[in-house]
């Protein structure tokens, strides 16, 4: 009895000096990096290495976090929903169409930065298949083509899209799909066009 106690305290102790390693690697990586940024580092870039609690506590759990953790990563994401002011969570899907297909914006400093007045879009193409006709879709997501045909136009339905897309960690805690809305990526109305192109039957996602 001695001895397998000897060992769980051994095993114990291990796993404590691994999880402290870890740790340690990690605030030693960021401070490598925040150390590569020099003084001509456009600021925004620099506030990009502060995570909030979120991003934190993805991180630290390497995006499988136990269920208290991805409870309170959704209870945090949730917080931050807003929507239209008009309160139409489904929009115009042409103009949906459009920010689907852009992929453009977010880009600053000295390589290659925006012109004035580039949009920034959803470069939803990039990771989904959603019109059938495009050619150039990704596949790091499941592909969306037909969406509306399958969940329908319901207000459930609509809410939980526009939900979704503005932060779908609202839903899916650490998931990879970027926080549109929450980051201010994507203003409300155009993420209300983007639930319109998604279920609208109209939408060539559902022709």
């Known amino acids: 009895m001695i001895g397998?106690?000897?060992?769980?305290?051994g095993m114990l102790g291990t796993?404590?000096?691994?999880?402290?390693?870890?740790e340690d690697?990690?605030?030693r990586a960021?401070?490598?990096v925040r150390r590569s940024f020099s003084t001509a580092t456009p600021e925004e870039w620099r506030t990009r290495l502060a995570q909030d609690e979120v991003q934190a506590l993805c991180s630290r759990h390497r995006d499988a976090p136990p269920a208290e953790v991805a409870a309170r990563v959704v209870e945090l994401s949730r917080a931050t929903l807003?929507?239209?002011?008009?309160?139409?969570?489904?929009?115009n899907w042409r103009e949906g169409e459009k920010l689907a297909s852009i992929?453009?914006?977010?880009?600053?400093?000295?390589?290659?930065?925006?012109?004035?007045?580039?949009?920034?879009?959803g470069n939803c193409y990039a990771c989904h298949v959603l019109a059938p006709k495009e050619m150039a879709a990704g596949?790091?997501?499941?592909?969306?083509?037909?969406?509306?045909?399958?969940h329908g136009t319901s207000e459930d339905a609509v809410r939980f899209t526009y939900q979704k897309i503005f932060n779908a960690q609202a839903w899916f805690p650490c998931t990879h799909m970027p926080r549109?809305?929450?980051?201010?990526?994507?203003?409300?109305?155009?993420?209300?066009?983007a639930v319109a192109f998604l279920l609208d039957p109209e939408s060539p996602v559902n022709r």
């Open 82 to 91: 807003r929507y239209p002011d008009n309160g139409r969570l489904m929009g």
């Open 4 to 9: 397998r106690r000897s060992w769980l305290a």
């Open 25 to 27: 690697l990690h605030d």
């Open 139 to 150: 596949n790091l997501g499941p592909s969306l083509a037909g969406y509306g045909k399958i």
């Open 103 to 121: 992929g453009t914006g977010g880009h600053i400093g000295r390589i290659q930065p925006d012109r004035p007045g580039t949009r920034k879009g």
């Open 30 to 32: 960021e401070a490598v």
């Open 15 to 22: 796993i404590a000096l691994t999880v402290t390693a870890a």
């Open 180 to 193: 549109f809305g929450a980051n201010g990526w994507l203003t409300p109305d155009e993420i209300a066009d």
